[in-house]
């Protein structure tokens, strides 16, 4: 029997699989990737808790409609950016690019 | 009719004229001059309709509310009195004849606009001081002209001594006014009120006996205390040293300075507050003490000097330690009467002394001699100016004189009469020495291209020769209304004009016997004068070092107040700026420096950070919200 447990389980695996690509990845593009990660993880933690609970209403399904539109954005802007980066400094890798520096 | 209650419009037309001959002044004739001068005849026109008011209707003031302020009211408002209405007249008509003067006297000044700009300021100051009617418009008016005179003396501020001497003057009669500050705030406390009538009816009352606001011991220390603001601008011991030095401003100021404005403010505060000193009869004798000592230490200098305008300056600090010695004796009247008698004969003296400058380039009278040949008029201004305030019979300052030596002679102890007439020998013999070495003798060859005096210089001292000559006459019972001078200036009750035939004729014997001298050693060369300097030789040394007073105060100044400055900017420089200031900014610096290390620049820092704290949040919110 499918529990919510083990959708949270998934979701939580799923989340911190993206975390760890955002800390340790160095490449920008591979963060990025992480970071949808961590976002499908919210989206799945969502919809799994609107179905067991209320699924009369659909509040919790739009809210991850809305994550994922916000995340295409996000990523279509993220990119244009780092191929930006790319084009400016010949590379994507984080640890080069510190210009925030003190 | 113009009335008194236009009185007002006096003082405001000098202000007005102030910022428009700055701003407009090239635009009207005369570059400015015009504008001033025209302010002052306008208020010298004033006067005369407010003078006309006053002896048909009587005295009167106005007063109008300025704002409130914790439950005190604060008016601005003029008083219209004998005292305040002779004033008015002595400093619109004196400063009126030295503004027509200025135009011939300063023509090639390149801030000519300026000087006549800051004259119609000073004397709409002036004009303001007299009329006030309460003590706080008086103490603002006062401090604008020592503002004022201060903008003058050091009018030529590309010369060293100018700009010294300006600062002196105004660091000197500053001190004083502090004085006069502290006292008016005295009879405030007191009084509950700035006004003047309120206070002098308070003043009234002691003196009768009766219940009043004013205790005795506060009344003496305030009169004391007014006093003091009074020696600064009147230019008493020990307060008269920046009078001499002021001679570095144009001579027509000093003609200002001398006659009208600046120091006749001393006396006037004296006079107007007279009912204050009354009531505390021994501040009148400490007036009557510094007025002779002045006066004495004053003519001795103006002996020995050589400068044609330091003579004039010595002389004005003598006979104004006369006039505070009369209003020390009760000589109410005797001490405005001459303050105006002197302030014609002075403003005389100093027109003519400028116009000698202007004719031969030369302020030392040993360079000068037989100037009467080249410069006539000039000769005969500064000859009328001389013996009147020699005090020969006839001209003004005799009578004026003989007015003070009369109130000495009935109210103070004998021994004020007989250095008071050592003075009054004292005056004549200087007065005739500048005169004889000046103008009579020999011409020299240098000074043979001097020139007279053009019109706009001349007629100013022809009108003030003429009212040099006859002012004194006013001392006279003329008709059945006009009992003499002392019938319309007094302070309880008026009196007729009275005469000591032999005060009158003693005084006026020695001030022709020192004339005589004077003309046997400078002008005969009959009476050799090495014995009087090997007789009088210490005091002739004293007097010409200014009896060691400026050389003191200089002394004064490096020893004590420069080393107390230097320590105090020492402290300022250690403590309140390296410390307290620079010291609480390294110290954030230096932090800042340590701290910014944190700053990488690397994103997964940053990454980490957000989710250490996002842990660490749950963490919290878990502990409270869930367990606690």
């Known amino acids: 029997m499918l529990t919510l447990m083990h959708f949270q389980i998934v979701s939580a695996a799923l989340f911190s699989v993206g975390l760890y690509g955002v800390l340790a990845r160095r490449s920008a593009v591979l963060i990025l990737m992480s970071i949808e990660l961590m976002l499908n993880a919210v989206n799945l933690n969502l919809i799994a808790i609107a179905s067991f609970t209320d699924p009369e209403r659909f509040t919790g399904f739009i809210i991850a409609i809305f994550v994922i539109t916000v995340g295409a954005a996000e990523v279509g802007l993220a990119l244009a950016i780092v191929l930006r980066m790319f084009r ?6 984080i640890d080069e690019i510190e210009l925030m520096k003190w | ?24 002044g090239k635009f009207f004739p005369g570059k400015g001059s015009s504008i001033s001068i025209g302010a002052m005849g306008a208020g010298f026109i004033l006067f005369l309709f407010v003078m006309a008011d006053l002896l048909s209707n009587g005295e009167d003031f106005f007063s109008y509310k300025w704002f409130d302020v914790g439950g005190v009211e604060l008016t601005w408002g003029f008083i219209i009195d004998p005292l305040s209405v002779s004033i008015l007249g002595l400093v619109t008509f004196v400063a009126l004849m030295v503004q027509i003067y200025s135009v011939s006297y300063m023509k090639d000044d390149p801030r000519f606009n300026w000087y006549f700009g800051i004259q119609a300021f000073f ?40 700009v010294e001497a300006a600062k002196k003057a105004f660091i000197t009669t500053r001190l004083a006014d502090v004085a006069l500050l502290v006292g008016i705030l005295l009879l405030f406390k007191q009084v509950g009120s700035f006004s003047m009538s309120e206070t002098f009816e308070q003043a009234e009352l002691l003196m009768a006996g009766a219940n009043s606001a004013l205790s005795s011991g506060t009344t003496l220390i305030a009169a004391l205390l007014i006093f003091v603001g009074a020696m600064g601008k009147s230019a008493q011991v020990p307060f008269h040293v920046w009078l001499p030095d002021a001679m570095e401003g144009p001579t027509p100021v000093s003609a200002l300075i001398h006659a009208a404005t600046m120091v006749a403010a001393g006396i006037y505060l004296v006079a107007r507050t007279f009912v204050i ?10 007036v009557a003490i510094v007025g002779l000592l002045t006066t004495l230490m004053a003519a001795s200098m103006a002996l020995v000097m050589t400068d044609l305008k330091q003579i004039l300056a010595y002389s004005t600090i003598s006979h104004l330690g006369l006039m505070m010695l009369s209003l020390g004796s009760f000589g109410y009247t005797a001490a405005i009467f001459h303050l105006m008698t002197h302030g014609f004969s002075k403003a005389l003296l100093f027109l003519a002394a400028g116009s000698v400058m202007h004719g031969i380039g030369r302020t030392d009278i040993r360079q000068m001699g037989g100037l009467i040949k080249v410069m006539p008029l000039t000769a005969l201004a500064f000859g009328i100016g001389a013996v009147s305030l020699g005090g020969i019979p006839i001209f003004a300052g005799f009578w004026s004189k003989d007015e003070i030596l009369l109130s000495v002679l009935d109210h103070r102890h004998p021994i004020f009469m007989i250095l008071v007439l050592v003075a009054v020998f004292l ?20 000074n043979r291209e001097g020139h007279e005096a053009p019109a706009l210089m001349a007629i100013p001292m022809i009108l003030l020769s003429i009212l040099a000559v006859t002012f004194g006459l006013l001392a006279l019972e003329w008709t059945d209304s006009f009992h003499g001078i002392g019938s319309f200036i007094f302070v309880h009750e008026g009196h007729g004009f009275e005469f000591n035939l032999i005060l009158g004729l003693g005084s006026a014997i020695l001030a022709a016997s020192a004339f005589i001298i004077a003309w046997l050693i400078y002008v005969k ?13 210490p005091i002739i040394s004293m007097a010409e070092r200014k009896y060691y007073l400026d050389s003191m105060y200089q002394g004064f100044i490096d020893r004590v ?33 340590t701290l910014r290390h944190h700053v990488t620049g690397l994103m997964y820092n940053y990454a980490f950070v957000m989710v250490v704290g996002a842990i660490a949040l749950a963490a919290a919110w878990w502990a409270v919200a869930v367990k606690g």
């Not at chain 2, 009476?527 to 009087?532: K, M, R």
């Open chain 2, 1 to 24: 009719m113009i009335g008194m209650e236009y009185a007002w419009l006096i003082p405001v037309l000098s202000f007005v004229a102030f910022p428009l001959i700055l701003l407009l």
């Open chain 2, 525 to 537: 060369g009959s009476v050799p004068i090495s014995p009087f300097k090997r007789t009088f030789a």
């Open chain 2, 427 to 446: 005056s004549a013999l200087y007065m005739a020495r500048a005169f004889f070495v000046a103008f009579m003798g020999e011409l020299s060859d240098e």
């Open chain 2, 561 to 593: 107040v420069l080393v107390f400055s230097a320590l105090v900017a020492k402290f300022d420089r250690v403590f309140v700026n390296d410390v307290a200031v620079n010291g609480v900014a390294e110290s954030v610096k230096r932090s800042a420096f």
């Open chain 2, 277 to 286: 000193f009354e009531a505390a009869p021994d501040s009148l004798l400490i």
């Open chain 1, 88 to 93: 400016n400094r010949g590379t994507v890798n």
């Open chain 2, 123 to 162: 004397a709409g100051s002036m004009l303001t001081l007299v009329l006030a009617d309460n003590f706080l418009l008086l103490y603002i008016a006062w401090e604008l002209v020592g503002l004022c005179s201060y903008l003058l003396i050091g009018f030529w501020y590309e010369r060293k001594p100018a």
